[in-house]
């Protein structure tokens, strides 16, 4: 059974960072492109970053690049988030998303989500 | 980018009762659309891709059609677990973009 586990959400200041992981479980991790997608409260879905297989290819929505890395670790199944200057409108629930391994970037698989508040 | 406009935003619907509802794309998108179905508290759920092709384990009450810039899911007798928010998504167009949502309601 395919599993996505996010960590690492919580309360964050205006300009802190905060480092978001997700464990992966039931497939074969490294063969899949995988991807950040986030909720604000209440509204629909953005999607964020995606990263290649091996690492090598990353890209980002214009609204976080320069803020945030998507990294991965094959070795340990995990996918991972680092966001930097943080900002009050990135308050959201942050999902770890698998894309499909057929041709096309829709996603089949997503963690439960984790949520990051960013307040004062 | 490529703007995702769902309608209605609230759909109220009786239990067998048929529901339909629209996703358009400012710019064409070609087939290359995805829908999703969110309850409460949960991660959305992966319903439709290419437009009309159900995921694994979809009852075949759900159906997608269209192509370019506009979209339709229909439910074909809704179900209690059928009652949720319904995303489309666009992977045509980089970056991926998202409708903002019809929440199918019981009426």
């Known amino acids: 059974e395919v599993q996505l586990v996010e960590s690492g959400g919580g309360l964050v200041q205006p300009g802190g960072s905060l480092r978001l992981s997700c464990a992966a479980s039931g497939f074969t991790f490294r063969s899949y492109w995988m991807n950040w997608v986030r909720q604000a409260p209440g509204k629909g879905l953005e999607w964020l970053a995606n990263i290649k297989q091996d690492g090598s290819d990353k890209f980002y929505i214009d609204s976080v690049k320069g803020r945030f890395t998507i990294s991965r670790d094959n070795a340990k199944n995990s996918l991972y988030l680092q966001m930097n200057s943080l900002r009050a409108e990135d308050t959201a629930v942050y999902y770890c998303v698998r894309k499909t391994p057929m041709v096309g970037d829709y996603f089949d698989y997503w963690g439960q989500g984790t949520l990051v508040t960013v307040s004062s | 980018e490529t703007v995702m406009t769902q309608s209605p935003a609230t759909l109220s619907v009786s239990p067998g009762e048929r529901a339909t509802l629209s996703c358009r794309a400012s710019q064409s998108v070609s087939s290359k659309l995805a829908w999703y179905q969110q309850k409460p508290g949960q991660a959305p759920r992966f319903l439709i891709y290419?437009?009309?092709t159900r995921a694994t384990g979809i009852p075949d009450r759900f159906s997608g059609s269209g192509s370019g810039t506009e979209f339709t899911l229909t439910i074909s007798s809704l179900q209690s677990e059928d009652f949720a928010v319904y995303y489309c998504?666009?992977?045509?167009?980089?970056?991926?973009?998202f409708g903002q949502g019809t929440k199918v309601e019981i009426k």
């Open positions: 290419g437009a009309s």
């Open positions: 998504q666009q992977y045509n167009n980089w970056p991926w973009t």
